[in-house]
């Protein structure tokens, strides 16, 4: 059997041939762009890319000074009259009426507060009665011991009576004159712990004066640790709620030598200079005292941005030598507001870096600015 001839491939048609060409050079057209744009993103350079070199740190700096070798005590207390009185009766009684109210301003001798005299003056007319009894009765004996009528042994127990007797009404006297309560001084009420129509016992208190001619004082309490480094005369500065940012000079005025049995806690006095701020009794505030035991010794003291990397005692600070910033080690000895207070590590006078000391290492280089921009 003949084989059969092999079949031609159809050729294709003119126009077929066209659009083929025409895709193929659109291909290549498109490739060679991709390629294009490959080498060119590969050629330039990344935005974000790290420069050559790095670019020196802006910071501010300060100079290390000295203070007192012992950090300042600070306490909480209670702004009182140097010189407050709790005013009462010798004798209890009604309470007849009180003159004054709280917060009221009253003159020296000022009638304040007056008990009911019924009692009081019955107990006077008592004893003025018996002294007069005792008097007669001495005076008529005498005569008859004159006469030889007594003997002296008798008279000498009249003239006892006697004598007892008129010392009974030179106390209801006394008493008596005792159920007023007028001002000490010229001063202040600042409170009033009694109602009239109440009954109050001798001694209890019915008002709470405070003299206006000696001043304020601050009363806080000290633990024993800072008591033994406060002596009278120690200077302070004292801040109230009442005037914010307001620092009114004070000093130590009493300092005492026994702890309160029920708080364990040393009374101090800090006798207070207001100058034209406004003071009343009562106003929480804040003191912060400056122990002059510590005497002619002295820390170092740099502020407290200008230390990193505590670890218990140690701590470093960075020394700018010209535009490198070189880290020292410190050592702390107590915080103090706003600083620090080292015991070793540098000397007064020492320029510390403090603002953008965080941001640094040793050997960095530093740029010295009035203002160092925030890093983030």
């Known amino acids: 059997m003949p084989t059969p001839p092999p079949r031609r491939a159809p050729r294709p048609s003119p126009r077929r041939a066209t659009v083929v060409r025409a895709v193929a050079r659109a291909v290549a057209a498109g490739v060679a762009s991709g390629t294009l744009a490959l080498l060119a993103a590969c050629s330039a350079p990344a935005p974000d890319a790290p420069a050559a070199t ?3 740190t802006p910071v501010r700096v ?6 007192p070798a012992l950090p300042p005590i600070a306490a909480d207390g209670l702004v009182a009259h140097e010189d407050e009185v709790r005013l009462s009766f010798k004798v209890g009684g009604v309470l007849r009426r009180v003159e004054v ?20 003056g019955a107990q006077a007319t ?18 008859l011991h004159a006469e030889d009528v007594i003997s002296t042994t008798q008279l000498e127990d009249l003239r006892t009576q006697d004598a007892v007797a008129r010392a009974a009404l030179a106390a209801a006297s006394f008493n008596l004159g005792q159920s007023t309560i007028v001002a000490p001084r010229d001063g202040v009420v600042q409170r009033r712990l009694a109602e009239e129509r109440e009954a109050v016992g001798a001694g209890t208190p019915v008002l709470v004066f405070g003299a206006r001619d000696t001043g304020f004082v601050l009363r806080v309490a000290l633990a024993d640790r800072d008591v ?16 914010p940012g307001r620092e009114i000079p004070a000093r130590v005025s009493e ?25 009343v009794s009562g106003m929480l505030a804040r003191a912060r005292i400056a122990p002059a035991a510590a005497g002619t010794a002295q ?25 490198i910033a070189r880290r020292r080690e410190v050592q702390v000895a107590f915080l103090a507001p706003g600083q620090v207070a080292l015991a070793a590590g540098v000397a007064a006078g020492a320029t510390v870096v403090t603002d953008g000391a965080l941001y640094l290492g040793d050997g960095d280089r530093v740029r010295i600015v009035a203002d160092a921009p925030a890093r983030n």
């Not at 300060?62 to 203070?67: I, L, P, Y």
């Not at 008592?126 to 005569?143: F, I, M, T, V, Y």
């Not at 033994?228 to 005037?243: E, F, I, K, L, S």
């Open 54 to 56: 790095s670019a020196a």
């Open 62 to 67: 300060a100079q290390a000074t000295r203070g």
């Open 101 to 120: 109210e709280e917060g009221q301003a009253v003159r020296r001798g000022q009638v304040l507060a007056v008990i009911d005299l019924a009692e009081g």
């Open 126 to 143: 008592q004893a003025r009665e018996a002294a007069g009894k005792a008097a007669r009765d001495l005076a008529r004996r005498e005569r």
């Open 228 to 243: 033994v480094n406060v002596a009278p005369g120690d200077r302070a500065t004292v801040v109230t709620d009442a005037h």
């Open 255 to 279: 300092v005492s030598a026994a702890a309160d049995p029920r708080s364990g806690l040393f009374p101090v006095e800090l006798a207070l200079e207001p100058g034209a701020l406004r003071l």
């Open 299 to 323: 820390l170092i003291y740099v502020p407290v941005g200008a230390v990193v990397e505590g670890d218990g005692r140690r701590a470093a600070v960075y020394v700018p030598a010209g535009d």
